[in-house]
């Protein structure tokens, strides 16, 4: 099942966010959701394969009464990924009832994007290095 992390604010703050990310990729996690992120670990996410989401400025976990019970749905991800990109999630709760919400594909640069089609930085390297 893939795993999704919902956060709030500066998500990634700390010391240790390369570690943070790398961790954050080996135990499955394939997106992240929060209000904001630190700008280094949100870079880290990325080279790491882990696609970073940030809701709109009115939209938190707290509005949206998230409990960790939820289901979420990302759509649009078919075509791949490209800067300043909008996602749409649908949050399924236990109850049945669902809420879609706009996130911001945190992928800022063409770089960025390269990457994460890579599934990493240390991927888009060695393909380079194969070719």
Not at 53 to 72: C, K, M, S
């Amino acid at each position: 099942t893939p795993l999704v992390i919902v956060g709030g604010k500066e998500y990634g703050t700390g010391s240790s966010r390369d570690w943070a990310a790398k961790g954050t990729c080996l135990l499955g996690i394939t997106a992240v959701i929060v209000e904001s992120f630190e700008r280094i670990h949100r870079s880290n996410l990325i080279g790491m394969g882990v696609l970073p989401f940030q809701f709109p400025a009115d939209v938190t976990r707290e509005t949206l009464g998230l409990t960790g019970d939820e289901v979420i749905n990302l759509t649009g991800l078919a075509d791949g990924v490209s800067p300043g990109m909008t996602v749409k999630a649908t949050f399924t709760f236990a109850d049945g009832r669902s809420e879609t919400v706009d996130l911001l594909a945190r992928i800022d640069t063409d770089g960025e994007a390269t990457y994460f089609k890579n599934g990493g930085i240390l991927q888009y390297v060695l393909r380079q290095l194969a070719a």
